[in-house]
């Protein structure tokens, strides 16, 4: 059985151990690091597909525009041909060259209109279909920081809580072991113990201890790992 001693230490012990987990388990806190980097890469599929349906719509635009400027020439045209007013045969000549040329155009136009509207649809679809999906990543994000803001706020209470506790658990160690503990604590990460387990290990590290070295933790004397030199806590039922 620990002494007296050895258990208020243990008291601090388990203290400083929970400061440890509680610095470990904040400083891992994930603000949506790979949410953020899908968003991301997302955001850089759009712009890219989301500029060629840009440039398809826009480019059907214009020639719609471009068509319909055609119509209206041919139609100017026709008149001039058919309204009584041409009579000269080389005017009727450039007319009519110029009705086919037109016509060549509008010809020309309407290949590639039929064909931008085939590849409009699609393109503005997958367009689209990115868009719900940063949408919804984005929904995904904002769950994910809420919590993690939640976790933060425990984290902090119970970091506060327990910060307030040591000052008493380390004034009921004498000053002796308790300098001892702080010298082992500060070279081995915060955390200054380990206990004896059932298996006769370091739960700190893990060593199989010599017999020797659990049988000074039965009589009651401050006894150290073999490996990590952490000090050494021993209850009976353990071993």
């Keep these: 059985m620990a002494s007296d001693d050895l258990r208020r230490l243990w008291r601090l012990h388990l203290i400083d151990a929970a400061l440890v987990e509680i610095q470990h388990r904040a400083a891992a806190l994930d603000p949506g690091r790979k949410l953020l980097a899908e968003i991301k890469a997302l955001n850089e599929k759009l712009d890219e597909k989301g500029g060629q349906a840009r440039q398809l719509a826009g480019e059907q635009t214009d020639l719609e525009l471009k068509q319909k400027t055609i119509e209206e020439k041919l139609k100017k045209v026709d008149k001039e041909m058919y309204g009584g007013s041409v009579v000269n045969s080389r005017e009727v000549e450039n007319l009519e060259k110029e009705i086919s040329a037109l016509r060549r155009q509008r010809a020309e136009l309407e290949e590639r209109i039929l064909q931008l509207w085939e590849l409009v649809p699609p393109a503005q679809q997958e367009a689209d279909a990115l868009e719900a999906q940063i949408a919804e990543k984005k929904k995904e994000l904002s769950v994910h920081q809420k919590k993690a803001l939640q976790l933060k706020a425990q984290l902090e209470a119970d970091y506060k809580e327990k910060t307030a506790q040591r000052p008493g658990a380390a004034k009921a160690v004498s000053p ?33 201890l010599a017999e020797r070295t659990i049988q000074g933790a039965k009589d009651e004397r401050v006894v150290t790992c073999d490996e990590c030199h952490r000090l050494l806590y021993f209850t009976e039922g353990l071993v």
């Excluded at 604590?185 to 370091?202: D, L, V």
């Design 176 to 208: 002796g072991l308790l300098t001892r503990y702080e010298a082992i604590r500060k070279g081995h990460g915060g955390i200054g113990m380990g206990e004896i387990t059932q298996k006769g290990t370091c739960s700190a590290c893990g060593t199989l």
